[in-house]
């Protein structure tokens, strides 16, 4: 019986604590109904809307769930789950999975953690968001860029704790805890405090793409107003290209922001028999492992995805608060 006296522990959460008891002493079991909202309003002498928090405590750490007409029943008897995070990234590529890794491997083990992936579409976004609003009880958000899309997010604040992660587009977004790059300065203060390195070169060509309808629309704009703002700065001979140009020059160096291009350009490289770092110079966007062993190492322009993944957990379990940039870094190796 709960104790409305007890001001320490709230009533929805004694509640709460009385259903998990009768699942330790196996008086409920996973697919068991549990006592209806009125069962539990008339036994306790509480409001409905205490009963209902009960539920939504039980609910976000995956304990019990509903069904429609059917009221609600056990979902799990894992009791342990003290936090159940909803993390949606924008995809599903090898440096999301480091990431992703590095934030399951840094929650605690009462944290149980579900991983889905948006593809930088906004309905699919939305439909996530409606879908499992309610369920979780904390809420880890790769965005995209379309601002309605935010008027979902903020919906789940009544239902959740709201995170956002990697990405910063508005001004809506920074009302939440964040682990954000910043696109725009990265790559300015990286290649600004490598100059030296990229004077040996005769030009730095970047090749990026502009992808309709997607996420990288919102970011590509900021990364090449970096690179624009350090040759400027530098008077450096530049030159942006959408796709890797027909003619590869010795001398040149070439920052590729995608993986594919990569691939074409070591090929060349490789054909022509040149020698990178010496020849022709190669800075790769978005660090992986594969790229440390790929033909001696390949250079790359990354944030640090472990440390992203650290410190979003860090936020989650409450360890740290507030707007976090994460690291950036030019990771130097054969290739530059």
């Keep these: 019986m709960i104790d409305k006296n007890n001001k320490g522990v709230s009533l929805y959460r004694q509640i709460a604590e009385e259903l998990i008891s009768s699942i330790q002493n196996g008086l ?16 306790y002498q509480v409001s409905r809307d205490t009963v209902i928090m009960a539920y939504n405590e039980l609910k976000a750490r995956g304990i019990i769930d509903s069904k429609p007409g059917k009221g609600c029943y056990v979902r799990s008897t894992n009791i342990e789950v003290l936090k159940k995070v909803f993390l949606l990234l924008d ?65 789940l604040t009544k239902k959740g704790k709201v995170f956002i992660l990697d990405y910063a587009f508005n001004e809506e977004q920074y009302l939440y805890p964040s682990v954000f790059q910043d696109f725009k300065g990265d790559i300015l203060n990286q290649l ?7 004077k040996k070169y ?10 309709s309808g997607s996420t990288e629309n919102a970011i590509i704009p900021k990364i090449i107003d970096g690179f624009q703002i350090f040759a400027k700065q530098t008077g450096l001979q530049n030159e942006l290209f959408r796709t890797i140009p027909d003619e590869i020059h010795k001398g040149y160096c070439y920052i590729l922001h995608s993986d594919a291009d990569l691939v074409e350009m070591v090929k060349t490289v490789q054909k022509y028999k040149l020698e990178l770092g010496k020849d022709i110079g190669i800075i790769s966007y978005n660090e992986t492992p594969l790229k440390s062993v790929v033909d001696r190492g390949i250079s790359t322009l990354s944030t640090n995805f472990p440390e992203m993944g650290k410190q979003m957990a860090a ?6 608060m507030g707007h976090i940039k994460n690291e950036f870094c030019l990771i130097r190796r054969a290739s530059f």
Excluded at 112 to 136: D, I, M, R, S, W
Excluded at 206 to 211: A, C, H, K, T, Y
């Design 202 to 211: 005769e030009k730095i060509l970047m090749i990026i793409e502009r992808p």
């Design 28 to 43: 409920l079991i996973s697919g068991d109904p549990i006592p209806s909202l009125n069962e539990l309003k008339s036994r």
């Design 192 to 198: 600004l405090a490598n100059q030296a390195a990229l």
């Design 315 to 320: 936020l989650v379990k409450g360890e740290q």
């Design 91 to 155: 995809e599903n590529s090898s440096y999301k999975s480091t990431l992703y890794e590095s934030f399951l491997e840094n929650c605690t083990r009462e944290a149980q953690v579900e991983v889905f992936f948006h593809h930088q579409n906004p309905t699919l976004f939305k439909a996530l968001l409606e879908t499992y609003a309610g369920k979780f009880s904390h809420y880890v958000i790769t965005p995209v860029p379309e601002a309605d899309c935010m008027d979902q997010v903020k919906e």
